[in-house]
Structure formats: structure tokens, C-alpha cells
């Protein structure tokens, strides 16, 4: 798989996470712009989820099994959509907690892919 990558996705919901962060610990809720970070943190996710599953049809292995790194993908597709989802219903500073949390769990689920693939 490809560790630029993973990089990318762990950095920016790490970025993610500290933004929404600081928007919490300033006692606001999701914004619009959050909203956009979330979208970009997604649309890197969906890539590498493209990019997992065109190189497991080539015939790339992941060393501890495909079903277990296409689960990990796509729970990492949409760990951030569903903190999004969330914080939306709750229009508060811990909306912005909930975001800022579902990005931790992206960036640590990137760790685990990683290690998924490389064993």
C-alpha cells in the first residue's frame, strides 16, 4: 500500500483532530469549515480504499489477509463521515469533541492498516 498515502490521511485527521479540538475547548460546535476539513480528511480515505482494493486485484497480498485490511479500509472510509453525522445532532461543543474523536480513530486506524499490510 502506499505509505505517502497512509501518511497523508494520519496527518490530516490528526490536523482534523486538533482543529476540532481547539473549536471544543473554545466551547463551539461543528462549523462549515469543519465540515469541509471533514471532507478533505474523506476524500483521502476514499482514495486509499481505491488504491487498497486495486492493488489486492493485482494480486498484492496484505500479510495478515484481505478481508481483514478491506474491513480496516472501510471502517476508515467512514470514521470520519459518521463523527460528522453525529455532531450534527448534537450542536455543541461536544459536537466538536465527537468529530475531534472520530479522527483520533481514523489516524489509529491508519497505524493498524499499515501494519496490516506490511505484517
Known sequence: MLVALTVAVSVTALALAAWCGFAAYRDQPTK?????????????????????????????????GSVIFVSYLLGALFAVPAAGFLSLSERTRWGSVTVAAGAVVLAVLEVRLHDIWEG
Not at 469549515?33 to 497480498?61: C, N, T
Request: proline share 0%; hydrophobic share 60%; aromatic share 6%.
Open 32 to 64: 462549515d469549515w469543519h465540515f469541509i476539513g471533514m471532507a478533505v480528511v474523506s476524500v483521502l480515505a476514499l482514495a486509499q480504499l481505491v488504491v487498497g482494493i486495486v492493488q489486492l486485484a493485482r494480486g498484492e497480498q496484505a500479510d495478515e
